[in-house]
C-alpha cells in the first residue's frame, strides 16, 4: 500500500468516524499539498540522477592534465623533461642534487643540468 493510499484510508475513516466537514476539508488540502511536494521532489531526484550520471560519465572520459616541464634555458618553453638525477659534485653532503634535463622542443632538443637542494 503507497503513502497516498494510506492517507485517502485514513480520511475516508476520519469521515466515517464522525469528524467533522472542517477537520475533513483540513486533512484533504493537507494531502493534496503533501501530494504536489511529493512529486516536486520525485522531478527533482530524477533531476539530479541524471546530473550525477553526468558528471560520472565526465569523470570516467577525463584525462590526466600533463604537468608542465622545467624551462629550458635555451629556447625558454617549459618543455624540459627530467632524465637523470645524480648527487651534487660539490654539495652532495647537505643533499644537494644534479637534474640532467632533455628538451622535448623539437626545434630545440638540447640536454642541460639543474641544481636542485634537497
Known amino acids: 500500500m503507497s503513502a497516498m493510499d494510506t492517507a485517502k484510508e485514513i480520511i475516508r475513516l476520519g469521515s466515517t468516524a464522525g469528524l467533522s466537514k ?25 533531476a539530479f540522477e541524471i546530473e ?15 604537468q608542465p616541464g622545467e624551462p629550458c634555458p635555451y629556447c625558454r618553453r617549459a618543455t624540459g623533461q627530467l632524465v637523470e638525477l645524480k648527487q651534487h ?12 634535463y632533455k628538451c622535448s622542443n623539437p626545434q630545440c632538443g638540447k640536454t642541460y643540468e639543474h641544481d636542485l637542494e634537497r
Open 89 to 100: 659534485p660539490v654539495f652532495f653532503m647537505q643533499g644537494w642534487k644534479v637534474g640532467h
Open 52 to 66: 550525477v550520471r553526468q558528471l560520472r560519465r565526465q569523470l570516467e572520459d577525463s584525462q590526466p592534465v600533463a
Open 22 to 46: 472542517d477537520v475533513i476539508d483540513l486533512m484533504e488540502k493537507k494531502l493534496a499539498l503533501l501530494t504536489s511536494e511529493n512529486a516536486e521532489l520525485k522531478t527533482k531526484v530524477s
